[in-house]
């Protein structure tokens, strides 16, 4: 079992559909992260929060909207997917943003009809 | 250009047969070089950080090694529990504060 935990595993969605992602860790971790990852690939990075605040955007298409309502939680707001967009999405961790390892979880298994 | 280059893409091993995994990197600081393994479907597990040249860390079976260049991941004795894809990821100092270079990993299958 991870210390990240990410609800739901599995998601199947058309591609009207609004649904959100959600992430949760009590490491005490500041900083917090959104991958993507496609098969037989490495993690992209689409978005990173520290302390709260979005300090990073991968450029990411609007249709992904982060939120991060406290410390301990991260959420990703999905509407208007496109086929595509179907992959793992990954939550991660980190003590802080300055050079401290990745913590994840084991993902949300996204599929877009 | 700031590259992260595994080898090899697979690695096939008999049960016992010790192996190394080979991460290299061309950035202009280093800040930071994690190793990750990956089991399918699920999320990168933590392993190790080395943040300076002739660094070594070990758990169990696994020991990764740094140089100015490149990063090892040396398996002993492998058992079938380590089938695993593996990632190194770097930290540049050119990068922003929170950005990670991943390599595109190796992928272990250890066999009985």
């Known amino acids: 079992d991870t210390e990240v935990t990410q609800t739901p595993k599995h998601l199947v969605m058309g591609m009207t559909n609004k649904k959100s992602l959600k992430c949760e860790q009590h490491?005490?971790?500041?900083?917090m992260y959104w991958y993507k990852q496609k098969a037989k690939k490495p993690p992209e990075l689409m978005f990173v929060y520290s302390y709260e605040k979005l300090s990073i955007n991968e450029s990411v298409p609007s249709r992904f909207s982060p939120e991060c309502p406290n410390s301990s939680l991260l959420n990703l707001h999905l509407h208007a997917l496109q086929p595509e967009d179907s992959a793992l999405y990954l939550c991660a961790s980190s003590q802080n943003q300055y050079n401290s390892p990745l913590h994840f979880g084991n993902g949300t298994r996204l599929t877009v009809t | 250009e700031d590259q992260v280059t595994q080898s090899p893409e697979a690695l096939r091993l008999q049960e016992g047969e010790s192996s190394s995994l080979n991460c290299s990197y061309t950035?202009?600081?280093?800040?930071?070089l994690f190793w990750y393994r990956q089991d399918p479907g699920k999320g990168p597990e933590f392993l190790f950080t080395l943040y300076s040249a002739g660094e070594e860390k070990e758990k169990e079976r696994l020991k990764a090694t740094l140089t100015k260049k490149e990063s090892f991941l040396h398996i002993t004795a492998p058992k079938p529990e380590d089938s695993a894809t593996y990632l190194c990821?770097?930290?540049?100092?050119?990068?922003?504060?929170?950005?990670?270079?991943f390599g595109a990993g190796t992928q272990v299958v250890v066999t009985p």
């Open positions: 490491m005490g971790h500041r900083a």
């Open positions: 990821a770097v930290q540049a100092t050119t990068d922003s504060w929170g950005k990670f270079q």
């Open positions: 950035v202009s600081g280093l800040r930071g």
